[in-house]
């Protein structure tokens, strides 16, 4: 088996019936790189940027920074690389910067923390820049977005420092700049959003986390903390709609697109480009090439119309199995 999904690795992420989709990758460390580069990964989708502040003493510098986005742009060149500015706050604790809230996912987290702090995002969106220059396959994507005005703060900032490294000769085109739907309330602003950004994503971890009021690390409400409930799905497809609608790039990098069943359904649903942990990418990428896009939109309407998530799980895996 391992084999069969070894020789899957330059094979395209293509339906029986011919649709195409992207598989990309999440990356934190320079360990996942190694891993995504050998399963496939077309690109990334998430680099998540916390990773080298978490294992850091204190806040990189300007140029620690570029070194390590440099490595990770230049690994996947000419690929895409998602970097995800800051996203500190709820579960991503940094030692020498703690928060303490009595709610910490309702409070300070992602973006609200980088623009009360500008001088933490001008600094991380200025090593990006510099990073890119040469290559230019940077992507910047903006964590907990849910109000127009926080994209718009952040585009400014990002546009200055964009003609501030520009002045000082560095050569690197404008970024795509994205956002990621996460907060429920992103969910109803997909036009509105889709007007300021280059692409969307939906984080559908904390998605998942805030449309059902379950902690995603509480083993106590573990059991209710599923990826499959109707409301998610409603939730996933309507952003799916909304964003095909106007024509902005979608993608999403939650832990369900590197699930066999959920990339299906995502894929069914009108998403270009799934997201995932490395070592769930052959899987993935087997799955849908031994379907259509045919099937996979039946079975996604009839998922729809189920009302348990543990129907739905279910119904999913007979499905699944019934395609090898
Ligand atoms: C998510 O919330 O789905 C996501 C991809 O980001 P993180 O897991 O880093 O919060
Ligand atoms: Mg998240």
């Not at 404008?174 to 889709?194: D, F, N, R, S, T």
């Not at 998942?208 to 009021?213: E, G, I, K, W």
Request: a negative charge; one cysteine or more.
């Amino acid at each position: 088996l391992v084999k069969g999904l070894e020789s899957l690795k330059s094979q395209p992420c293509t339906t029986q019936d011919g649709h195409r989709i992207s598989v990309w990758v999440n990356t934190g460390l320079m360990t996942d790189v190694v891993r995504s580069l050998s399963n496939g990964a077309e690109g990334v989708g998430l680099y998540r940027t916390e990773v080298p502040f978490m294992i850091n003493e204190r806040f990189p510098s300007e140029q620690e920074q570029r070194d390590c986005y440099r490595e990770q742009l230049e690994a996947f060149s000419p690929n895409i690389v998602t970097m995800r500015t800051l996203d500190i706050g709820g579960d991503k604790a940094l030692t020498y910067f703690p928060i303490q809230e009595e709610n910490p996912f309702l409070g300070w987290r992602g973006i609200r923390v980088t623009l009360d702090h500008p001088e933490i995002f001008l600094v991380q969106v200025r090593a990006m820049l510099k990073a890119s220059e040469g290559l230019d396959n940077l992507r910047i994507m903006l964590p907990m977005i849910c109000n127009v005005s926080e994209v718009e703060e952040a585009l400014h900032l990002i546009y200055r420092v964009y003609h501030e490294v520009r002045e000082e000769g560095v050569n690197v085109s404008m970024p795509q700049v994205g956002v990621m739907i996460e907060v429920p309330g992103a969910v109803y602003q997909i036009k509105e959003l889709a007007e300021r950004v280059d692409f969307l994503s939906v984080g559908s971890n904390d998605l998942t986390q805030y449309l059902l009021a379950v902690d995603r690390n509480n083993p106590r409400v573990a059991g209710l903390y599923h990826s499959f409930h109707p409301a998610v799905l409603q939730a996933l497809a309507k952003v799916a709609k909304d964003a095909n609608s106007v024509g902005t790039p979608l993608s999403i990098c939650g832990e369900l697109a590197g699930d066999p069943a959920g990339a299906v359904l995502l894929m069914a649903m009108g998403y270009e480009a799934l997201s995932m942990n490395a070592s769930n990418l052959p899987r993935v990428k087997s799955i849908i090439r031994n379907i259509d896009l045919v099937w996979a939109k039946q079975l996604l309407s009839k998922v729809l119309t189920l009302d348990s998530p543990d129907v739905i799980k279910s119904t999913l895996d007979l499905a699944l199995k019934e395609k090898g």
